[in-house]
């Protein structure tokens, strides 16, 4: 199992945005929507949240390596996104089959 790794930005964003750590993981372990990140080797991970007259959207952007998954950030989004790029199945594959925390 790899090593949850959180950056002071990922904090600070979790503060601001008033979500807790286990909201995240929630968000980690059964994403609505895969997507490659802005940053480089980054996914950004995707759930829907809120209501049907007030939706907004939780967003982690994450960075596996060998034995640790650093949690670069995270926000809320007010409204619903439009799907963006996909990831490469190889690399969709290689992540769901990674264990849940």
């Known amino acids: ?12 964003k979790m503060r601001q945005h008033g979500l807790s750590e286990s909201r995240v993981k929630r968000v980690i372990n059964h994403p609505k929507r895969v997507e490659e990140g802005i940053a480089d080797k980054t ?10 007259k007030h939706p907004y959207e939780v967003w982690v952007m994450l960075q596996d390596t060998a034995k640790r998954r ?3 950030s995270a926000w809320r989004y007010p409204g619903k996104t439009k799907s963006g790029e996909p990831l490469p199945p190889e690399i969709l594959r290689e992540f769901q089959s990674a264990p849940r925390f």
């Open 1 to 12: 199992m790899k090593i949850l790794t959180w950056t002071k930005h990922s904090k600070a």
């Open 70 to 72: 650093n949690i670069v």
């Open 43 to 52: 996914v950004a991970l995707m759930q829907p949240a809120g209501t049907t």
